[in-house]
């Protein structure tokens, strides 16, 4: 059992280089030149609010129907504000 050699690093060299080709598949993929965010000016933009861009497809916005009065008081305690609430901007 002494002059036994360990052999079969195959799996290893294998195992690495299926590593090395996916992470540079990834950097290539999401860092490539074809991957820029395309930065326009505000003024290009056609509308500035959502608000405008639905009404502008015909969109309308609806009231949601009033909560019932008879509604339980959910059990626990009250929510409470935070202690320094910053003041409006």
Known sequence: MKDR???GGTPLVVA???AILGVS???IVD????NKPKVRAAE???YS???EAARAVGATVKQTAP???????PPG???VGPANPSPPQ
């Open 67 to 73: 909560t019932s009065p008879l509604e339980p008081v």
């Open 5 to 7: 050699k360990r052999q």
């Open 25 to 27: 598949g990834m950097l």
């Open 31 to 34: 860092h490539g030149p074809w």
């Open 44 to 46: 290009t933009a056609n």
């Open 77 to 79: 305690p009250k929510p």
């Open 49 to 51: 609010t959502t608000g």
């Open 16 to 18: 690495a280089v299926v």
